[in-house]
């Protein structure tokens, strides 16, 4: 039976004990596991050292499936190996040891009616001793699908009376995607309050993103006119492992990178940096408000957003660890480096950086924010003060910890501003080391390390125990994460990342750069068109196809030259446009297609004229204009912010108006045909530029729609098969007015419907993408070989 030792603060050094406060009862579910042996048991132990000095009085309860017999005895093995801080004197520690492994006690929880017991246990002990119950905490070490039958039971049968709390601590992974994380919420909400859950993510404990948030506020006058867009060229978030996944594989597999580590760890640290400041740190509330708004404001992600890498051991160790055969192919990936941007007043433009990965050249984590230098300085370097100099690099770096320096630690740039850190829990580094951090010396900044160095865990367990809730993830908090990651996940599932070799040896492979709102490889991989031996044919070979498709001229080439060559087309047009009639009218179509031809327009044709040009909508759906599913929405993000284009050159539809959507009595579609023949000479747009559904529709033209079609009408109100239904499009008729239409197809997807479309005649009805044939001017078809050669 377990013996339970109520220590007063003698225990700790004090002569005189304090009035109790209660029984704490904490239950370790998962005791014999990884994560408990290496740090959950250590978290335990300190707050018994933290805490018990003061009054409170604890058991800890280790539980698993495992047999109690071997359970006790993997439990003390872990036990065995706690250790103290250094203030502690090795005799004493010897003491307090002993005296935790005697509140300690292993027992095996399976059915509803070891939870029974368990609840009875406690109760008849507190009885037994007279003791007021302060609270219960429930520690899920376990895998997340055991979390909702622990729940129940707990909810049933093991809840503390009603004068004290509990607390339920959950470990991620928090779901695999929007929906499986909605749907585990849901499941825990029918057991548990919010104010009773705590998410754990432990880079939220470690001691250099834990002063993100102070070190913003205790320096705000020095940072105030810093921290934004005019001042910071880009924030660069990174946790890097030398290790890989062997071990770990059947968790890997299904999770990857991106789940692993970005989604949960670096997206947090990355709203620590970005968002607001609330006027309270530590009120959880004022907290989420604040990280809430710096979610809502990050672009969508897409495919473009992230390079992906896996380490070449990797299929091998899938093959082994999970008997597949030797010809399965592993497509997870474990290295990525992705572009967030975030659309507010103090954000945009400024890229951040995420990236992780195992198999690296180190292990290092570290937040750095670098700002822009436009100094001009005329003294040469070799005299210039490097600490001091505004042409030296200027940056702040929390350095969570390994690499270079090997612990955490906070640099400030020598020639930006000295700090204010908190005296008593962080100092500066006197003597500086001859070490080379980031481009600078070490020398060249203002250096701060903790006094004592404590783990996440101990530090993240004693906030569950002081009910330090600003220092979880809540329910918003994680599904509006993965609002942000399941798009991007959903893109790349198909995507075949890079070989890497691993460690030192993958020198630049594994590099990338910036392009507009896209990220790609400094180090391009040539693709092999023709896989035959000996073939050597490369895309270079087969750079620009010129053919025919459905009697009108056909380009074709790899995705990067077909969308370089559709936007020298483009400008082409306009050019002669702007000649002949002084002004350019461009009609174009949403979705994920022509966004690379977007962003190629905006970062690459310079001489573009858009002055002259007005900017047209093929088709729109039926919601507000900022909606991220808009056309307009993403032609803003991707084209029209980037690029100098006048307002009333500007024309998106009108699909909604008088507070509400697509409604006919607001007569949307007709108000756009009149602005169209009133702006557009004989309603002919210079280009049209199109897409192909899978289905043959065109534009917002769904197969057997009985608007659009044919008639008079110039706009029309359509429905579509896929949410959300309604639309407003340009009218088949009106299209074939334009003096050349574009027709833009890409991806292996599009492949079946491109044969079919090479087969049949005039058939608008039954395939929309068949009635496109400019009266009088001229159809031209872009097409990527995935979409015309599979």
């Known amino acids: 039976m377990l013996r339970i030792i109520i220590c007063a603060a003698s225990l700790l050094g004090s002569v005189l004990a304090l009035e109790p406060q209660g029984h704490v009862s904490i239950i370790l579910l998962g005791a014999t596991g990884d994560l408990a042996k290496k740090y959950l048991w250590q978290g335990l132990f300190q707050l018994y050292l933290d805490e018990v000095g003061r ?46 492994l ?100 432990h880079y939220l404990g470690k001691q250099a993103v834990a002063q993100i948030l102070p070190f913003r506020d205790q320096n705000w006058r020095a940072l105030d006119r810093l921290w934004n867009r005019h001042h910071v060229d880009r924030v660069e978030i990174v ?51 604040c990280k809430l708004q710096t979610f809502r404001a990050l672009r969508n992600l897409d495919k473009g957003s992230a390079v992906l890498g896996q380490y070449q051991a990797y299929g091998g160790q899938v093959q082994k660890e999970l008997q597949k055969p030797a010809s399965y192919v592993s497509l997870t990936p474990t290295f990525a480096g992705v572009l967030l941007q975030i659309d507010n007043l103090r954000w945009e433009g400024v890229p951040f950086i995420l990236m992780s990965g195992k198999a690296l050249d180190e292990r290092v984590g570290y937040v750095r924010i670098v700002f822009k230098n436009r100094a001009y300085c005329t003294q040469s ?64 900044f203002h250096a701060y390390r903790p006094r004592q160095e404590r783990d996440a865990y101990s530090v993240l367990i004693s906030h569950i125990f002081h009910r330090r809730k600003d220092h979880f993830i809540t329910t918003e908090n994680l599904l509006a994460s993965w609002d942000v990651w399941t798009p991007l996940l959903d893109s790349i599932a198909q995507e075949v990342p890079r070989i890497y070799p691993g460690g030192t ?54 995705p990067e030259k077909l969308i370089a060559q559709l936007a020298l087309d483009i400008e082409g047009a306009a050019e002669r446009a702007v000649r002949r009639s002084g002004e350019f009218h461009l009609a174009l179509s949403g979705g994920a297609s022509p966004v690379a031809l977007f962003q190629r327009l905006a970062m690459r044709h310079y001489s573009f004229p858009w002055g002259h040009t007005h900017l047209w909508l093929v088709d729109e759906r039926c919601v507000p204009l900022t909606d991220p599913e808009s056309n307009f929405q993403g032609l803003h993000v991707h084209l029209l ?62 197969p057997y729609s009985p608007n659009g079609l044919d008639g008079e009408k110039l706009v029309v109100l359509t429905e579509s098969p896929a949410k959300p239904h309604q639309r407003m499009s340009l009218s088949l008729p009106l299209i074939n007015r334009a003096k050349k239409v574009a027709v833009l197809v890409m991806g292996k997807r599009k492949k079946e419907i491109t044969q079919l479309v090479s087969r049949v005649g005039h058939e608008p009805k039954k395939w929309p993408i068949s009635g496109v044939l400019p009266a009088s001017g001229h159809l031209v078809w872009y097409m990527d070989y995935d979409a015309f050669l599979g």
């Open 55 to 100: 009054g409170h009085s604890f058991s800890f309860h280790g539980a698993a499936l495992t047999p109690p017999e071997q359970g006790q005895r993997l439990m003390t093995q872990a036990l065995d190996k706690l250790s103290c801080p250094p203030d502690i004197l090795p005799e004493r520690c010897l003491q307090l040891k002993g005296q935790f």
């Open 102 to 201: 005697q509140l300690s006690q292993y027992r095996q929880l399976q059915t509803a009616e070891d939870y029974v017991t368990l609840s009875k246990d406690i109760e008849a002990r507190l009885q037994q001793l007279g003791l007021r119950e302060y609270g219960r905490i429930f520690y899920f070490s376990v895998p997340a699908f055991a979390y909702a039958s622990i729940a129940q039971h707990i909810n049933s049968s093991c809840r503390p009376g009603p004068d004290a709390w509990l607390r339920v601590v959950l470990e991620k992974p928090f779901g695999h995607d929007r929906r499986s994380a909605q749907e585990l919420s849901k499941e825990l909400g029918t057991f548990f309050r919010e104010e009773e859950m705590y998410r754990v993510d």
């Open 239 to 289: 946790m890097k492992e030398t290790v890989d996944a062997e071990g770990r594989i059947s968790f890997y597999e299904e999770y990857g990178v991106i789940r692993d580590v970005i989604q949960n760890h670096l997206t947090e640290i990355l709203t620590y940096v970005a968002m607001e400041l609330p006027k309270n740190l530590s009120n959880p509330e004022e907290l989420l408000q």
């Open 381 to 444: 370097e070799s005299h210039r003060d490097s600490g001091k100099s505004q042409c030296q690099p200027r940056q702040i770096i929390f350095y969570i910890g390994h690499g270079t320096l090997g612990s955490p630690a906070v640099l400030v740039s020598r020639n930006l501003f000295k700090p204010s850190l908190p005296s008593g829990s962080w100092q500066e580094i006197q003597e500086m080391p001859s070490l080379q951090l980031f481009g600078q010396q070490l020398a060249d």
């Open 505 to 558: 040896s993958n020198k630049h492979l594994l590099d990338f750069e910036q392009e507009g709102s896209q990220v790609a490889f400094v180090q391009r991989e040539v693709e092999q068109l023709v896989s035959s031996p000996g073939s050597g044919l490369m895309p270079k070979d087969f750079s620009v196809l010129k053919a025919k498709f459905r009697e009108s001229p056909l380009i074709s080439a790899w």
């Open 641 to 702: 912010q980037h690029i100098r284009l006048p307002y009333c050159n500007i024309h998106p539809m009108p699909v909604h108006l008088h507070r509400r959507l697509c409604v006919e009595e607001d007569q949307g579609a007709e108000l756009y045909a009149k602005e169209i023949s009133a702006l557009v000479t004989n309603s002919s747009f210079d280009l049209v530029l199109l897409g192909v559904g899978t289905d043959g529709h065109t534009a917002s033209l769904f």
